[in-house]
């Protein structure tokens, strides 16, 4: 009987699942938050009561055997249920052999009911899982193996290394937390990982974070850490300054010590928290609302200097310990592609690979391959020594697509088959329409890469102010990515490195920013998404079509939703985003639907 993974992330934030092959090819992976249309999907299970089976049974079959990964192991969730009680008094006494008992089972797949393991945090929590029985799968023709549980910073480092082109990488993980500290370094050798710092300790919030850190940084700039708005302090970065004064109080806070971490704790910690809110206090209160801006603007630079600093002090360690020409980067912090995109240049090493979720969504596809090397010690995935496809979600169920045809009344819905809608496509973007773009399977991960993407005319120059206005509804200072075609990259881009996963920025070549204003940024870079027709033959047609109308071989692509709410997931949310924002048009597949007085 062949034997399929089934891995979750199992984190309060960000929950994912992903299936995995015998053969240890991927099969599916995706984020809670798309199902849901839930942002971030707190305290959501990570394999929803009737979604995983069907899941499930579409790609491992009836009959399979299935093993299921999780990403943190026994030893840290025993460890923090115990902890999260000892401040409640007789409830631990109460619930605690409830948890060891089902904690020492291995027929259910999730939790019944919400987990107590954030209670210090206030949050409930699915650290462990909830929710679906085993023996319901088995009722339906699966074959339970049981239930792996993994270290939470070795699966982020199997979705890194394992994903990558490399034979052999330094692997660091950098985090807001995780086990027993908030990162974790690895040397990576034909599929075995050797740690190399990372020793049991005190929890991740009682030591160093360069990840909390960026998360005060974002709370003191006026952003919401719990929406995940740290990407707010990057666009924002590059419109500020180094400011002296926030650097002396804020550089103290995170110290590198080789491959450690540290953040000095009490009153001092507190002190300079503090004079930071009264120095943003009295810039807001000024009658002049930019002097807030600005003064906002150089916090956020600051704090991004600080974390490009702090960082490449741990990479330089680790590059002393383990001297390979290749890193492979994964956790919450590889999803800083403002300092991605500084590494080669700024460190030792030669190659670099983050892959398409390095954050903890991720960790649903890193346990399932855990869980597969575990079984094949001497085994090679499938695709394993080349870029891995990011498209690995959901596709548009076709049903939901006859029902739109049928009964949605679109007077201007054309069907363009065999490639006639790349060619319709283009041209409208080339006349300065924004397209709603919605195309076979979902991306993994929170970038959106060419199959859930919204695509505008980089030419444009007011097209980053319409487009934050009219159809994202978001802040005038976030930024747009250049999709460019990868054979034309170093025609563009400084130093130019493949980007398949829109994880990295870098610098625009000085003689073309003027060509496309919409998608350089104040610092003249661009977080780039570098396309092929190997990963994504479609969009790399559309990207040509439009090069040969207007001679710029990119386009300008953001996430198709709009701001606070995850990228659609279904037909039915990729419509709703249509009607209700200045999107002049929207492709589905082969269909293309426009307003009557688009671009109106």
Known sequence: MATYYVGLAASFHDPAMAIVAPDGEVLFAEAQERYLQDKRAFNAVPDHILRAPKLIRQYCGKDAEVVVAVSWSRKVLKSLWTSSLVDVPGI?????????????????LVWPWPRFDHLRQG??????????????????????????????????????????????????VIDGYGEWSSTNFYSWRDGAFKSLAGKPGALAQNSGSLGMFYSKVCALCGFDTVQGEEWKVMGLAPYGSLDGEFYELLRPLVQADGLTLHNPQGRDTGRRLKQVQELMAVAKADPDPSVYQR??????????????????????????????????????????????????????FKALHVP???????????????AWAQDHPDGVPAGAG????????????????ERMVRFGGFTSLQHLPDGQVVTKASQLLAEGRIIGWFQDRAEFGPRALGNRSILADPRDPG???????????????????????????????????????????????????????????????????????????????????????????????????????????????????FATSGLDALVINDYLIEKQEAGA
């Open 92 to 108: 631990g006494g109460l619930l605690r052999p409830v948890n060891d008992f089902f904690m020492a089972r291995s027929d259910h």
């Open 123 to 172: 949050m409930l929590s699915t650290l462990s899982l909830a929710g679906h029985n085993l023996g319901a799968l088995r009722d339906q023709g699966f074959t339970v193996a049981g239930i792996r549980r993994f270290d939470h910073h070795l699966t982020h480092a199997a979705t890194a290394c394992y994903t990558s082109p490399f034979e052999e990488a330094a692997c660091a």
């Open 295 to 348: 003064r906002r603007a150089d916090l956020g630079r600051t704090g991004q200097e600080i974390f490009a600093e702090v960082a490449g002090e741990l990479l330089a360690a680790l590059y002393a310990v383990h001297p390979s020409d290749n890193l492979a980067f994964g956790g919450g912090c590889a999803l800083n592609s403002s300092y991605s995109g500084r590494i080669l240049a700024n460190t030792p």
């Open 356 to 370: 398409m979720a390095p954050g903890d969504d991720g960790n649903a596809l890193g346990a399932a391959i855990l």
């Open 386 to 401: 080349r870029t891995q496809s990011p498209y690995l979600g959901s596709a548009a169920a076709p049903s939901a697509l």
């Open 463 to 577: 097209m980053k102010d319409r487009i934050n206005d009219r159809v994202k509804f978001r802040e005038e200072f976030r930024p747009f990515a250049p999709s460019i075609l990868h054979e034309h990259g170093p025609d563009w881009f400084e130093d130019y490195q493949s980007s398949p996963y829109m994880e990295r920025t870098l610098v625009f070549r000085p003689e073309v920013r003027d060509r496309v204003p919409a998608v350089v940024h104040e610092d003249f870079t661009g977080r780039l998404q570098s396309v092929t027709a190997e990963i994504n033959p479609r969009y790399h047609a559309l990207i040509s079509a439009f090069h040969g109308l207007t001679g710029v071989p990119m386009l300008l692509n953001t996430s198709f939703n709009v701001m606070g709410k995850p990228i659609v997931h279904s037909v039915e949310d990729a419509i709703a985003v």
